[in-house]
């Protein structure tokens, strides 16, 4: 389970927890890793992740370092603010039918604009895993933003928001458009639209369930024995 908020020595301890993980996979082998978040409720404090220890993470997720794990995202409970980045490092989604994913920038100072930097820092995570759309995290971290899943001339279904989507309009190869969130209006991404947007691989309830849908036998929490780097016999 991933302590909410995410402090900089929860980040670190993850961190410390997954390169473990890592040196002790066998060779030419990966380890899948699950990271739940808000089980049984324990959400609340989701809000209240810092940008630079959710960044810390993210990027440690992502890095060659950690190439030998495959870090699986489990969302019970509402997770926003910062606490949403790491997710989006993540390589799979599985999402509880409560699970929701909201508004990134509930906890800045100034919530109705976005911060460049931090929007590109949320950009350049997603687009190492591609599993979020770009639209969909420029929405996420901008709630000026509107957001439509978008059906063009040809069959092609794209996620527009902001001036993409404005053009997109004025181009007239929109043939319908699902709206998701209108401008000034945080969005909010519960289960069924994660299904939707092909975002989240399936919907479970429990542990035992998102081990089936991984095709793994049993899902073990982290020994101490593993996350000190002792040896096991």
């Known amino acids: 389970d991933v302590p909410l908020p995410i402090d900089s020595k929860t980040a670190l301890g993850l961190i410390g927890q997954l390169e473990n993980l890592a ?9 899948t890793v699950v990271l739940r978040y808000g089980a049984d409720g324990q959400a609340e404090d989701s809000a209240a992740t810092t940008f630079e220890d959710a960044l810390r993470l993210a990027r440690a997720i992502t890095s060659a370092r950690l190439q030998r794990v495959k870090v699986v995202s489990f969302v019970q409970g509402v997770i926003e603010g910062h606490s949403t980045l ?21 906890a800045e100072p100034d919530g109705s604009k976005a ?3 931090i929007t590109l820092a949320y950009l ?5 895993r591609r599993l979020f759309p770009a639209a969909i995290v420029s929405a996420l971290v901008d709630p000026n933003l509107e957001l439509a899943q978008v059906s063009k ?15 997109l ?7 319908d458009e699902s709206g998701w969130s209108p401008a000034g209006v945080p969005l909010r991404l519960n289960a069924k639209r994660l299904r939707t947007a092909q975002i989240a691989s399936n919907i479970a309830d429990t542990l035992e369930q998102a081990a089936e849908i991984l095709d793994l036998a049993e899902i073990h929490p982290v020994s101490e024995s593993v ?7």
């Open 153 to 167: 001339l040809g069959g092609d279904q794209v996620f527009a928001a902001g001036e993409e989507l404005d053009s």
């Open 115 to 117: 911060d460049p930097t």
């Open 169 to 175: 309009r004025q181009s007239g190869q929109v043939l």
């Open 124 to 128: 350049a995570i997603a687009e190492q």
């Open 86 to 106: 790491p997710i989006l490092a993540s390589e799979t989604l599985i999402v509880g039918s409560n699970g929701v994913i909201a508004d990134a920038s509930v």
């Open 227 to 233: 996350v000190s780097g002792q040896a096991e016999g």
């Open 23 to 31: 040196d002790a996979a066998p060779n030419h082998q990966r380890v």
